[in-house]
């Protein structure tokens, strides 16, 4: 069985433009979140969608936003990228909404130059 | 707010040692605590999720524990190997928030 996957592996920007990352959940999960694994800050909770709505969203601008399409993958979107947006980030999936065990992708690696 | 602490934040260690790592969080109303490794640049594995109404589990040479109203968590790795050197994250998920709230992790090396 596949795990989550994460798309493009790395991504390298310039400031100002804006990125798209894509996840596919594990098969029969419904449940997608994103974080972001700064460097020194931890991992930090982005958004979280369930059966195509957003549920949940983290203390990030409005310019980081996302969605997920009705065979439950998600994209998450990154407008006007400023330097301090590379990172990690992750997605994870989980067969329902909250308390079960969480998945995660290996993740995109954002640069903004 | 809730707020996660890992101590020690780096551990180094020689090859078949028995060694403890600690998770400790501020709020105790959770839904469940959930232990991760990172290899660098890598994603998280899932190692462990304990329940709020359970008091431990494991997984081959892993356990780890959970205790709700001391907020604290230990997981206990036995007989190291220099395959388990990575870096261990804790996480608990609050009220239906569908978030997880990490600690900032413990490096573990294991040394051959």
């Known amino acids: 069985e596949a795990g989550v996957t994460q798309s493009p592996t790395h991504l390298i920007k310039t400031r100002g433009q804006q990125a798209t990352l894509r996840c596919s959940p594990i098969?029969?999960?419904?449940?997608v979140y994103w974080y972001q694994q700064a460097l020194g800050l931890g991992l930090q909770f982005l958004l979280w969608?369930?059966?195509?709505?957003?549920?949940n969203r983290g203390n990030f601008p409005p310019r980081f936003s996302g969605r997920q399409f009705p065979n439950y993958s998600s994209e998450l979107n990154v407008n006007a990228l400023e330097l301090e947006d590379s990172a990690l980030y992750l997605c994870?999936?989980?067969?329902?909404?909250?308390?079960?065990?969480?998945?995660f992708g290996q993740g995109t690696r954002l640069t903004v130059v | 707010k809730q707020e996660v602490t890992q101590i020690p934040a780096a551990l180094s260690v020689p090859e078949g040692e028995n060694l403890v790592l600690n998770c400790s969080f501020t709020?105790?109303?959770?839904?469940?605590l959930q232990w991760f490794r990172q290899d660098p640049g890598k994603g998280l594995t899932s190692l462990l999720l304990?329940?709020?109404?359970?008091r431990e589990q494991t997984s081959g040479r892993l356990n780890a524990s959970l205790d709700k109203s001391s907020g604290r968590s230990t997981l206990y790795i036995a007989a190291s190997q220099p395959g388990d050197s990575a870096t261990y994250l804790c996480?608990?998920?609050?009220?239906?928030?569908?978030?997880?709230?990490f600690g900032q992790g413990t490096t573990l090396q294991v040394k051959p």
């Open positions: 994870a999936s989980t067969p329902g909404p909250s308390n079960t065990e969480a998945f």
């Open positions: 098969s029969g999960h419904t449940s």
């Open positions: 969608y369930d059966e195509g709505e957003e549920r």
């Open positions: 709020d105790s109303a959770i839904y469940n």
């Open positions: 304990i329940q709020s109404s359970q």
């Open positions: 996480a608990v998920e609050g009220s239906n928030t569908g978030k997880l709230i």
